[in-house]
C-alpha cells in the first residue's frame, strides 16, 4: 500500500490527518510506503481527483480522508486488531474526530505561521494565499496573542485528561483509531512548531508520549519542531 | 429497580446523571421506579454512606455514580441492548463523559442561580452554601454576563454538530449510552432554567429533540422550566 504523505521541507511530515492514517495502517500491521507530498503536489497524485491528502492507494483502489480510511481498513482487514474495537467505538470515534476538529481549530490559530516556515519554498505562496482567504487577514495577524490563548486551548484538554483518570488510552486498556485521531491532533504542532501547547505536567503529556512510543515509536521518528 | 433520582420542587427532575441512568435502565428494557430525592436527604440513602446521586438499588447492590451504573447494567444484562456498542465504544464513554462534564461545568456558570429557584425549600440553603464554596462567590455572580458566554459555549458543541453530519446519533443509527451522557447534561438546563442554551437551528437542537422522544418520550414527559 501506498500513502501519500504531506512533507515540508527535509522531509517533515506533519499533516495531523496523515499521522491517523500511518498510525491506523501500522496498527493493523499493514507494511506501507509513503510518497512525500508537498502542497502543491496534490492535484497531480492518481487520478488527479483529490484536493487533500491523505491518499491512500491499494491495488487500483484510491482513497481519501482520514476516517474513511480507517473505516476502509477496519472492513477490508477485519482479522487484524480492531481500530473501533466494535460498531459503537466506531460510531463514538465520529464524536472523536469532531473534538479534533474544534482542537485543530484553535492548534492552528497559534501555529499556521509556523507552518509556512517550514514548507519547501515552492509551497509557500499556495499556503499562504489559501490559509490567509480562510482566516481572512494575515497569517501574522492569525497567530498574534498566542499566548493569551494557551490557557483556553488547554481548557479544552479537560476531556481527555478526566479519562486519563481512568485509563491509559482512549481504546482504553491499549490505543485504537480514537488515540490515533487525537495523537495526529497534536502531533501537527509538535513537527511544526517549536511553541509547546501542552504542558509538562499535564496527564496529556504523558499520554501524548505513550502514543510517541506505539509501533516501535512510530511518532517518534518524526523529529520535534 | 429502584433509583435515588435528585428532586426539585413539583417534583422537577433535574440531575444530568440521574437522567443518564434513566435513560440507559429504559435503553435496557428494565422496569424501575424513582424515589424523589431532595439533596438534603441524599445521605439518608441505603447504607447512609452515599453523598451524591444516582444511587441505584438493585437487590441487595446499592450502585452510585453514573457511569458505574451503566457499566453495572450493561455486564449484568449483557443479553439485552448494548449501552456502548462494544468494548471501544465503552472506553469511548470514557472521554465522552469528560466531554460533557467540560460541557457541564460551562453550563453550571449559567444556571445555577436557576437551580436554587427550583429547589424545595428545605435544600436552598444547602445548595447555596455548597456552590459558593466551589465557585468563591456568590451565585448571582457566578452567572452575571452569562449572554456573553453563551456564543463559546455553542462553540463547544461544535464536536456534536460534525459528528451529526454523518449519524443521526452518537452510538450512530440509534442511540446509546453515549447519547444518554449528553442528553442528560443538555436535559439539566432545559430544566431548571428558562435560559435557552441551543440555538434553534442548531442541529444539536433537532439531536437533542431526537433524544427526548427516545423510550416513549421519557425526557419529554419532564417539562421545561
Given at each position: 500500500?501506498?500513502?501519500?504523505?504531506?512533507?515540508?521541507?527535509?522531509?517533515?511530515?506533519f499533516?495531523?490527518y496523515?499521522?491517523?492514517?500511518?498510525?491506523?495502517?501500522?496498527?493493523?500491521?499493514?507494511?506501507?510506503?509513503?510518497?512525500?507530498?508537498?502542497?502543491?503536489?496534490?492535484?497531480?497524485?492518481?487520478?488527479?481527483?483529490?484536493?487533500?491528502?491523505?491518499?491512500?492507494?491499494?491495488?487500483?483502489?484510491?482513497?481519501?480522508?482520514?476516517f474513511?480510511?480507517?473505516?476502509?481498513?477496519e472492513?477490508?482487514?477485519?482479522?487484524?486488531?480492531?481500530?473501533?474495537?466494535?460498531?459503537?467505538?466506531r460510531a463514538?470515534a465520529?464524536?472523536?474526530?469532531?473534538?479534533?476538529?474544534?482542537?485543530?481549530?484553535?492548534?492552528?490559530?497559534?501555529?499556521?505561521?509556523?507552518?509556512?516556515?517550514?514548507?519547501?519554498?515552492e509551497?509557500?505562496?499556495?499556503?499562504?494565499?489559501?490559509?490567509?482567504?480562510?482566516?481572512?487577514?494575515?497569517?501574522?495577524?492569525?497567530?498574534?496573542?498566542?499566548?493569551?490563548r494557551?490557557?483556553?486551548?488547554?481548557?479544552?484538554?479537560?476531556?481527555?485528561?478526566?479519562?486519563?483518570?481512568?485509563?491509559?488510552?482512549?481504546?482504553?486498556?491499549?490505543?485504537n483509531?480514537?488515540?490515533?485521531?487525537?495523537?495526529?491532533t497534536?502531533?501537527?504542532?509538535?513537527?511544526?512548531?517549536?511553541?509547546?501547547?501542552?504542558?509538562?505536567?499535564d496527564?496529556?503529556?504523558?499520554?501524548?508520549?505513550?502514543?510517541?512510543?506505539?509501533?516501535?515509536?512510530?511518532?517518534?521518528?518524526?523529529?520535534?519542531?
Amino acid at each position: 500500500m501506498l500513502l501519500y504523505d504531506l512533507a515540508g521541507a527535509d522531509d517533515r511530515r506533519f499533516s495531523p490527518y496523515c499521522w491517523r492514517v500511518k498510525l491506523a495502517l501500522a496498527h493493523k500491521g499493514l507494511p506501507f510506503e509513503t510518497v512525500a507530498t508537498g502542497f502543491t503536489q496534490i492535484a497531480a497524485i492518481g487520478d488527479g481527483s483529490h484536493r487533500t491528502v491523505p491518499v491512500l492507494i491499494d491495488g487500483e483502489r484510491q482513497i481519501r480522508e482520514s476516517f474513511v480510511i480507517a473505516e476502509y481498513l477496519e472492513d477490508r482487514f477485519a482479522d487484524r486488531p480492531s481500530l473501533f474495537g466494535g460498531p459503537g467505538g466506531r460510531a463514538a470515534a465520529r464524536l472523536i474526530d469532531g473534538y479534533a476538529t474544534s482542537l485543530l481549530v484553535q492548534i492552528g490559530r497559534m501555529v499556521t505561521l509556523d507552518i509556512e516556515g517550514i514548507l519547501r519554498p515552492e509551497d509557500r505562496s499556495y499556503f499562504r494565499t489559501t490559509r490567509e482567504k480562510r482566516f481572512g487577514k494575515p497569517l501574522e495577524e492569525v497567530v498574534a496573542g498566542r499566548e493569551d490563548r494557551l490557557a483556553g486551548f488547554r481548557e479544552t484538554l479537560l476531556p481527555l485528561r478526566l479519562m486519563l483518570r481512568h485509563q491509559p488510552f482512549v481504546g482504553g486498556a491499549g490505543a485504537n483509531y480514537a488515540d490515533h485521531i487525537l495523537f495526529g491532533t497534536l502531533q501537527w504542532p509538535r513537527v511544526v512548531s517549536s511553541f509547546r501547547l501542552i504542558a509538562e505536567d499535564d496527564p496529556v503529556a504523558a499520554w501524548f508520549e505513550r502514543c510517541l512510543d506505539l509501533y516501535d515509536g512510530l511518532g517518534r521518528a518524526q523529529a520535534a519542531a
